[in-house]
C-alpha cells in the first residue's frame, strides 16, 4: 500500500519510486551533496545506485506490503 501524501523522504524508508520510463519499490539513504543511494531488498538481483535526488519521483512512501513464497 502507497500513501501518496507521504513523499518527503526520510533515511531508510521504503518508498514507489519512478526513475525514468521504470517505477521500482527501493530504500533511499541520504549521500552529501544531494545525492540519494537507491537500495533494493533483493541486493543479490540488484545492485545499490546513487544518482541525485531531483533525478527521483517519489510516488508515495510504502506503509503496507505481503509477501507469498512460491517454491518452483
Known amino acids: 500500500m502507497i500513501d501518496t501524501g507521504r513523499q518527503a523522504v526520510k533515511e531508510g524508508l521504503l ?3 519512478r526513475f525514468g520510463s521504470t517505477v521500482m519499490i527501493k530504500r ?5 551533496g544531494g545525492r540519494i543511494l537507491v537500495i533494493s531488498d533483493n541486493r543479490q538481483e540488484y545492485d ?7 533525478e527521483l519521483h517519489v510516488i508515495g512512501q510504502i506503509v503496507f ?4 513464497f512460491v517454491p518452483e
Open 28 to 32: 533511499l539513504s541520504f549521500r552529501p
Open 15 to 17: 518508498y514507489a519510486l
Open 65 to 68: 506490503f505481503c509477501r507469498t
Open 48 to 54: 545499490p545506485f546513487e544518482t541525485d535526488l531531483s
